[in-house]
C-alpha cells in the first residue's frame, strides 16, 4: 500500500508541473505563432502520439509482464519481454516515419481547412513527428518497463525535467521569432533525454538485465499479444475519443478552431489525467498481486481504491466546474468565452466518466482485456460518429457532447458486464465507492452554490487560485473525514512519520 501512495503522490507532482507548464505556454504559442500555427502543432502532435495505438497493445503488455515476473523473480523472461518489446518498437518507429513520409508527399495535408496558408510549415512538421517517432517508441517501452517496476518516482522525475527543459526552450524560440518547425522540435526534444535517462534507471534497477536479439522470440510476443490486443482495442478508443476530435475539426472547422478546443477542453482533460494518474498505480500492483495470490487480492484494490479514487474525483470535478469560467477568462483574455458552457458540462461529466477508472486498471491488471477493449472501441466509433454529425450542425461544441454521450453509453455496459469478472458486488460498489465516495463533495457543494455567480466573476489568478483551493480543500478534507475509518487514519499518520524521518535523515 504504501508503494501504491508514494507512487500516485510522484504521478501527481508531475502532473503539476505540466499544467503550470501548460497554463503558461499555451497563451504564449497561440500568441506568437498564431491560432493556426498552434492548431498545426497540436494536430502534428497528435500524429506522433496516436501512433501508439497500433502497437498491438504491446507497451501495456510491458508493465503487465514485467511486473508478474519481477514478482516471481523470473530475469529471463524479464529479458525476453524488454528485448522482443525494443525490437518491435524501433521497427514500428521507422514504419511510421516512412507511412507519414508517403502521406505527406501524396497530398495528405490538401484535406485540412485553411490548408493554403499553413502548408510549407505543415509538411515540415509532420515530417519531423515522423522522424521523431524513432525514438518515441522505444522511450514508450522503457517507461512501460519501469511502471511494471512500480518506479514511479524516477520515471516522474525524468519525465518532468525533460519536459520543462522541452516547453522553456520552446516559448524562448516562439518568442524570438525561431521557425514553426524549429518550435516542434523543440516541443519534443524531451524524447531525446527520456530514452537516455530511462534507459540509466531501468539498468540501475534490473542489474542483471539483458537485452539482445537472442531474447526477440516469438514465443513472448505472442504471450504479450495474448492478454495486449485486447488493450490495443482500448487505445484505438482513446484516439478515437479524444485525438481524433483535432483531425475532425480540422476537416470541418478552420483548423484555428483546433486552438480553441485545446482552451475548452483543458479542464476536461486535467480531471481525466488526474483521475487516471491515481489509478494508473494500482494496476502493476494488481499484476504483481494477482501473479501471487490470483483472483481472491483483488477485490480489497477495488473497494479500498476506488471510493478514495471517487472522492478526489469527486473533489477535483467539482471545483474545476465551478471555477472553469472565470480560468478560461482570464487564461485566455476573454477569447473563447462563447464555448466555456461546454467545457462546465464536460467537467462535470467526469463524475460518471471517471468513476470507474480504478476499477477498470484493476481489471485490466488482474489480465482481463477481452471485453474491456470491445466496449472501448464500441465507445470510440459513437464517439466518432456522434462528433461528426454534431460539428456540422452545431459546430466546435458538437465534438466536446459527441465524446460525452459516447461516454455515457460506455459506462453503462461496463458496469454491467465487467463487474461480474472481478467477483464484486455492483450494490456493494455502487454504496460503499460511488454513493459514499462522492457524497461529501456534493454536500460541500450545496454551501458554494450560493457564491457561483460571485465566482465566474473572478478576473484575478490570486483570487481565483485561492477561491478553487479554498473549494477543493474543503472538499478532499470532508471525503477524507466521511471516507476514512480508524485504522485508514492510523496508517496515513504512520506513513507521513516514516516519510518525514526518511526526508530528515
Not at 259 to 276: C, D, L, W
Request: aromatic letters at 16%.
Amino acid at each position: 500500500m504504501e508503494k501504491i501512495i508514494i507512487n500516485t503522490l510522484s504521478n501527481y507532482s508531475l502532473k503539476g508541473i505540466l499544467i503550470i507548464l501548460n497554463i503558461v505556454a499555451i497563451p504564449i504559442f497561440i500568441s506568437e505563432v498564431g491560432a493556426g500555427f498552434y492548431g498545426v502543432i497540436i494536430i502534428a502532435s497528435t500524429f506522433l502520439a496516436n501512433f501508439f495505438v497500433f502497437d498491438l497493445g504491446l507497451l501495456a503488455g510491458v508493465t503487465k509482464y514485467v511486473a508478474s515476473f519481477k514478482a516471481s523473480g523470473d530475469q529471463e523472461n524479464i529479458n525476453k519481454v524488454i528485448s522482443t518489446t525494443l525490437f518491435l518498437s524501433i521497427c514500428f518507429g521507422v514504419f511510421i516515419f516512412f507511412a507519414i513520409y508517403i502521406a505527406i508527399n501524396n497530398g495528405l495535408l490538401e484535406y485540412l481547412k485553411g490548408k493554403s496558408e499553413f502548408m510549407e510549415g505543415s509538411k515540415n512538421i509532420f515530417l519531423l513527428a515522423g522522424t521523431l517517432s524513432i525514438i518515441a517508441w522505444p522511450t514508450k517501452v522503457l517507461d512501460g518497463a519501469l511502471q511494471g517496476l512500480q518506479k514511479f518516482v524516477p520515471l516522474n522525475f525524468y519525465k518532468a525535467i525533460g519536459k520543462i527543459f522541452a516547453i522553456v526552450l520552446a516559448i524562448i524560440f516562439a518568442i524570438n521569432d525561431f521557425s514553426i518547425t524549429l518550435i516542434f522540435l523543440a516541443l519534443n526534444i524531451d524524447l531525446l533525454i527520456l530514452i537516455l535517462s530511462l534507459w540509466y534507471v531501468l539498468q540501475k534497477e534490473l542489474p542483471s538485465l539483458l537485452v539482445s536479439f537472442q531474447f526477440v522470440n516469438k514465443k513472448t510476443f505472442f504471450m504479450i499479444f495474448s492478454f495486449s490486443s485486447w488493450i490495443m482495442l482500448s487505445q484505438i478508443a482513446v484516439l478515437i475519443e479524444y485525438q481524433l476530435d483535432t483531425l475532425i475539426i480540422g476537416l470541418f472547422l478552420p483548423i484555428a478552431a483546433v486552438a480553441a478546443y485545446v482552451v475548452i477542453i483543458y479542464p476536461f482533460r486535467i480531471i481525466h489525467q488526474i483521475s487516471g494518474l491515481a489509478a494508473s498505480a494500482i494496476m502493476p500492483a494488481v499484476a504483481e498481486m494477482h501473479a501471487l495470490k490470483g483472483d481472491d487480492s483483488i477485490e480489497p484494490f477495488v473497494i479500498y481504491g476506488s471510493k478514495w479514487h471517487n472522492g478526489l474525483l469527486a473533489s477535483t470535478a467539482l471545483a474545476t466546474g465551478i471555477c472553469c469560467y472565470p480560468f478560461i477568462n482570464i487564461w485566455m483574455d476573454g477569447q473563447f468565452n462563447e464555448y466555456i458552457w461546454v467545457a462546465q458540462i464536460a467537467c462535470i461529466f467526469q463524475l460518471l466518466w471517471q468513476a470507474n477508472a480504478m476499477v477498470g486498471q484493476a481489471y485490466i491488471g488482474a489480465g482481463y482485456s477481452k471485453k474491456l477493449g470491445l466496449i472501448a472501441i464500441l465507445v470510440g466509433i459513437l464517439n466518432l460518429i456522434f462528433s461528426i454529425i454534431l460539428v456540422r450542425v452545431i459546430g466546435l461544441e458538437g465534438v466536446v457532447l459527441g465524446t460525452i454521450f459516447a461516454g455515457i453509453i460506455g459506462e453503462i455496459i461496463f458496469f454491467i458486464s465487467c463487474f461480474k469478472d472481478l467477483r464484486i458486488s455492483r450494490r456493494l460498489y455502487v454504496f460503499e465507492c460511488l454513493f459514499k465516495g462522492q457524497l461529501p463533495a456534493f454536500i460541500c457543494l450545496m454551501f458554494f452554490l450560493p457564491f457561483f455567480q460571485k465566482i465566474q466573476m473572478i478576473e484575478s489568478w490570486t483570487i481565483l487560485i485561492g477561491v478553487f483551493f479554498t473549494i477543493a480543500s474543503t472538499m478532499l478534507i470532508s471525503s477524507y473525514i466521511f471516507i476514512s475509518t480508524k485504522d485508514d487514519r492510523e496508517y496515513l499518520f504512520n506513513f507521513y512519520k516514516r516519510i518525514i524521518n526518511k526526508t530528515n535523515y
